[in-house]
Nanobody, 122 residues
Framework: QVHVMESGGDSVQAGDSLRLSCVAS????????MGWFRQTPGKEREVIAG???????YYADSVKGRFTLSRDYSKNTISLQMSSLKIDDTGVYFC????????????????WGQGTRVDVSP
């Protein structure tokens, strides 16, 4: 199994910057893609940014140009550098780990962390 832990959430003001971190540990054969999701009240959890094992990085349109995702493959960590934060960026940020495709003893649903909260005020 894989344990996922996020950190870095905080209360900030609009325009500020914040860095979130996520570390995955456990069965490393089950760690392939990693990414960040955001959940706000009344909305479904949405993907914000992700990076696969080959380094391909994806960003949601709402964060392009403001957020930067980086990954340390040797430590199974990802970081999300968030700049020019907006009130709409408020929410709980979850880190998710997806296993590689194939017949592996991994959860096909992936692994989630408990979330870290970001509050952006005017």
């Amino acid at each position: 199994q894989v344990h996922v832990m996020e950190s870095g959430g905080d209360s900030v003001q609009a325009g500020d910057s914040l860095r979130l971190s996520c570390v995955a540990s456990g069965d490393t054969i089950c760690i392939s893609a990693m990414g960040w999701f955001r959940q706000t009240p009344g909305k479904e959890r949405e993907v914000i940014a992700g990076i696969n094992s080959g380094g391909y990085t994806y960003y949601a349109d709402s964060v392009k140009g403001r957020f930067t995702l980086s990954r340390d493959y040797s430590k199974n960590t990802i970081s999300l550098q968030m700049s020019s934060l907006k009130i709409d960026d408020t929410g709980v940020y979850f880190c998710k780990v997806d296993p590689p495709a194939g017949p592996l003893p991994c959860s096909s649903d992936g692994y989630w962390g408990q979330g870290t909260r970001v509050d952006v005020s005017p």
